[in-house]
């Protein structure tokens, strides 16, 4: 892999004055979360999307669908933002305008210091009531880390409304499902408008997610790809920077923000 960060990306990252970071699950690979398309360690190539991610899913088997979730959610506690998530937070903090927007239900971009990011498809730690958007909704153990992990195959009761009884499912957004009105807005405003769009650990195939980087392009914005392999982002992006998020971002960063503070 080459390992030298093109300096067209880090001038490009430089200059701009509105950037967009558009993350998928090879954002957080380093930390130990699953991707869902790599070919062994993907969470679609060992599981059925439709019997765990669909809505006629969790009405036919909650408790499957509930566990699998709590042990995602598990893992995601356990895990740790990764350098790549921290260069993220740092262009945050650097551009005048920075936008992060996640497919990602983990909450790593926050843990990192990312401040708002928009999360496209929902959060493993935002669960609601089926019936009631307005009903809230919590999981049924305190975050204390005395309960035990949930297992991978372990099914899970979900717990009930406490306004209406009725169940209570995970706040991801499913396949078949919309996405959050508000934050699909949000993303498209903020694509539509920057100057660069940094595109980092997704296979850019889920609609209408991947429509974002696309926008960015269309709208004369520059794209900067980061990916360990090509996609059908590639004819996108005007840079392709072949490596990982958390060996590519902190490389990217300093070669764009920290030899010109220094001179
Ligand atoms: P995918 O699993 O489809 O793609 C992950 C991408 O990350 C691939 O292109 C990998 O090559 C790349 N990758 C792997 N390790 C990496 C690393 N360390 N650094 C950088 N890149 C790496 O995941 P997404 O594109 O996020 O939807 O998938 C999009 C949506 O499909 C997800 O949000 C989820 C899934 O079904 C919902 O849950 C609604």
Redesign the pocket.
Same mark, same amino acid.
């Given at each position: 892999m080459d390992r030298v960060v093109p300096q067209d990306a880090a001038r490009l990252l430089r200059d701009a004055r509105r950037v967009v970071v558009f993350t %998928?699950? %090879?954002?957080s690979?380093?930390s130990g979360v699953p /991707?869902?398309?790599?070919d062994l360690t %993907?969470l679609w190539a060992r599981f059925d999307a439709q019997q765990l991610?669909t809505a006629e899913a969790f009405h036919a088997d909650p408790d499957l669908v509930w566990g699998w979730y709590e042990w995602r959610r598990s893992r995601v506690r356990r895990a740790a933002p990764n350098p790549g998530h921290l260069a993220v937070a740092a262009i945050q903090a650097r551009v005048p305008q920075a936008t992060v927007v996640t497919?990602n #239900?983990d909450d790593l971009h926050e843990r990192a210091g990312t401040r708002a990011p928009i999360h496209l498809?929902g959060s493993l730690f935002a669960p609601r009531c089926v019936a009631a958007a307005a009903h809230p909704a919590s999981f049924p153990d305190a975050e204390d880390g005395d309960a035990p992990e949930p297992g991978e195959g372990r099914r899970i009761p979900p717990p009930r409304c406490v306004s209406c009884r009725a169940l209570v499912r995970p706040g991801? #957004?499913w396949f078949g499902e919309a996405l959050p009105e508000a934050a699909l807005t949000a993303a498209v405003d903020a694509a539509a408008g920057c100057d660069v769009l940094l595109t &980092? %650990? /997704?296979?850019?195939? &889920?609609y209408p997610?991947a429509e974002v980087p696309r926008i960015a392009a269309r709208s004369g914005a520059a794209v900067i790809q &980061?990916?360990? #392999?090509p /996609?059908p982002l590639d004819r996108v992006a005007a840079v392709n920077l072949r490596g /990982?998020?958390?060996e590519v971002l902190p490389a990217l960063v300093a070669s764009a923000f920290e030899a010109t503070e220094a001179s």
């Open positions: %998928g699950a %090879g954002m690979a380093e /991707t869902f398309r790599d %993907g991610a497919q #239900v498809h991801v #957004v &980092v %650990g /997704t296979s850019g195939v &889920v997610a &980061v990916n360990p #392999v /996609t /990982t998020a958390a």
